[in-house]
């Protein structure tokens, strides 16, 4: 399956979201202190300055602009990053591990490969077709 890969600032710009939102989470934006004291805690922090400067309007917080910056700057590449992750895990992960690495299928052909190269003395120029010969059996 061939996916579009989400570019990095859309994976930073979602990281950067998600770590506002955990700290948010910890207060009630609504509550004027709690809000004034969360912005004081962040104002170094450009990245969560761009987004408090957005959910906020003359009175303190408000949950449309709050809502606003999601659909303005997150809503569009959340899923594309997920969804992402989700094709590459499915289609070059192991299911049957806890952790990232490469299924059993991918990882034989790249054991077979660093076999095949450690045992060429000098790889000739069209190594592709003498690979495809020697590996015809595992593609």
């Given at each position: 399956?061939?996916?579009a890969k989400a570019p990095q600032e859309h994976v930073d710009r979602l990281r950067r979201?998600?770590?506002?939102?955990?700290?948010?989470c910890k207060i009630d934006p609504t509550n004027h202190f709690e809000w004034n004291r969360f912005k004081k805690d962040?104002?170094?922090?450009?990245?969560?300055?761009?987004?408090?400067?957005?959910?906020?309007?003359?009175?303190?917080?408000?949950?449309?602009?709050?809502?606003?910056?999601?659909?303005?700057?997150?809503?569009?590449?959340?899923?594309?990053?997920?969804?992402?992750?989700?094709?590459?895990?499915?289609?070059?992960?192991?299911?049957?591990?806890?952790?990232?690495?490469?299924?059993?299928?991918?990882?034989?052909?790249?054991?077979?490969?660093?076999?095949?190269?450690?045992?060429?003395?000098?790889?000739?120029?069209?190594?592709?077709?003498?690979?495809?010969?020697?590996?015809?059996?595992?593609?």
């Amino acid at each position: 399956m061939r996916m579009a890969k989400a570019p990095q600032e859309h994976v930073d710009r979602l990281r950067r979201w998600m770590q506002f939102n955990d700290e948010l989470c910890k207060i009630d934006p609504t509550n004027h202190f709690e809000w004034n004291r969360f912005k004081k805690d962040w104002e170094e922090e450009e990245d969560f300055n761009k987004i408090i400067k957005h959910c906020q309007d003359d009175q303190g917080f408000t949950w449309e602009y709050y809502m606003d910056y999601y659909q303005s700057y997150i809503s569009h590449i959340h899923m594309r990053v997920i969804l992402g992750y989700e094709v590459l895990v499915e289609n070059a992960c192991d299911p049957d591990l806890d952790y990232l690495e490469f299924n059993p299928e991918i990882r034989n052909l790249l054991d077979g490969l660093a076999k095949f190269v450690e045992n060429q003395k000098d790889i000739p120029p069209d190594y592709n077709q003498i690979i495809s010969e020697n590996f015809k059996d595992l593609i």
